[in-house]
């Protein structure tokens, strides 16, 4: 079983920068693509961004490129999610997510099968 545990999430200003940390146990990822989705209140959940299995290529969000990025440290297990020029509009609880099958990167929220709790991220203006 596929345990996913975000952490990094909090209050931060217009502007500011936040790094989300998601760990992985019960399988190493380096075969796997991982994704970050969101979901504000009152929305449904969104695709934020996504990297590939072997971690050479991401794929982001309109609302999101150029400001976030995702890497993977297959050393830690872990996926990661950079935030910079936070906007209020980003204020959402940000989920990360694994897919059931090695070696193939989807892009939509069907492909993932193991989700984690989420982390509040909250900007104000």
């Known amino acids: 079983q596929v345990q996913l545990e975000e952490s990094g999430g909090g209050l931060v200003q217009a502007g500011g920068s936040l790094r989300l940390a998601c760990p992985a146990s019960?399988?190493?990822?380096?075969?796997?693509?991982m994704g970050w989705f969101r979901q504000a209140p009152g929305k449904e959940r969104e695709f934020v961004a996504r990297?590939?299995?072997?971690?050479?290529?991401?794929y982001y969000a309109d609302s999101v490129k150029g400001r976030f990025t995702i890497s993977k440290d297959n050393a830690k297990n872990t996926v990661y999610l950079q935030m910079n020029s936070l906007k209020p509009e980003d204020t959402a609880v940000y989920y990360c997510?694994?897919?059931?099958?090695?070696?193939?990167?989807?892009?939509?929220?069907?492909?993932?099968?193991?989700w984690g709790q989420g982390t509040q991220v909250t900007v104000s203006s």
């Open positions: 997510a694994a897919p059931e099958r090695a070696y193939t990167t989807y892009t939509t929220e069907p492909g993932y099968t193991y």
């Open positions: 019960g399988r190493t990822i380096s075969s796997f693509a």
């Open positions: 990297i590939s299995w072997s971690g050479g290529s991401a």
